[in-house]
């Protein structure tokens, strides 16, 4: 069975510019997790999805930050414009049915804004 | 003070080593994640656990709900073991609270 996918695994950019990232959870999981995670520290929630439903996006940024997952399953998180600070992994992660269920983290997507 | 705390925050061990890397939290948890990333790598996770006890392979989790205190054992310790370590409780059923990781170095 396949994991959470993510794509680009890589992607530098100027600031200023766009950048958009995406994920496919693992078939049939309900829960999508977008996270944040800075070098040498531990991941930072950015939103939750319970199916197409964005259930907690407290923490994500939203003036620039913006997330989308309009059928439920694969969601992409965007930024517009990017800001040096925004260098980081982004990670997404799935689970059956909320924190009840294990989590499964995908690959991540490291940002570099230059 | 970090919600869940994790000790030590940097290990290093010979291969062929016990390990034991330590979590504690202070709010209320229904159940605790291990994980585990290595450089450069995304995360996997490792073990869930709400009490008692879970073993895979080398690896031993244990959970003391009473105590706020959970341990991730490493046994025969071998240098692909080499990875940060972060322990992660669900609090309120809906909030993963994360700790700081333990960076664990295994040399042969």
């Known amino acids: 069975e396949a994991g959470v996918v993510q794509s680009p695994r890589y992607k530098i950019i100027e600031k200023k510019q766009p950048v958009a990232f995406w994920c496919n959870p693992i078939?049939?999981?309900?829960?999508l997790y977008w996270y944040l995670q800075n070098l040498g520290q531990g991941p930072e929630l950015l939103i939750r999805?319970?199916?197409?439903?964005?259930?907690?996006d407290s923490q994500l940024p939203k003036d620039r930050f913006s997330a989308e997952r309009l059928k439920g399953v694969d969601s992409t998180l965007k930024i517009q414009p990017a800001e040096l600070g925004d260098s980081a992994v982004y990670l997404c992660?799935?689970?059956?049915?909320?924190?009840?269920?294990?989590?499964?983290f995908g690959e991540g997507s490291r940002l570099t804004v230059l | 003070k970090n919600e869940v705390e994790q000790s030590p925050q940097n290990l290093t061990a010979q291969e062929g080593e016990f390990i034991t890397i330590n979590c504690s939290y202070s709010?209320?948890?229904?159940?605790l994640h291990w994980l585990q990333q290595h450089p450069g790598g995304g995360i996997v996770s490792l073990f869930m656990?709400?009490?008692g006890k879970k073993k895979h392979g080398r690896l031993i989790a244990t959970i003391n709900i009473q105590e706020k205190h959970s341990s991730l054992h490493i046994t025969a310790s071998h240098p692909r073991d080499s990875a940060v370590y972060i322990c992660?409780?669900?609090?309120?059923?809906?909030?993963?609270?994360f700790g700081t990781g333990t960076r664990l170095q295994v040399f042969p």
């Open positions: 992660a799935s689970s059956l049915d909320g924190l009840t269920g294990e989590l499964f």
């Open positions: 078939s049939g999981h309900n829960t």
């Open positions: 999805y319970e199916n197409e439903e964005a259930v907690d």
């Open positions: 709010v209320g948890i229904s159940a």
């Open positions: 656990l709400s009490s």
């Open positions: 992660a409780g669900n609090h309120n059923t809906d909030k993963l609270i």
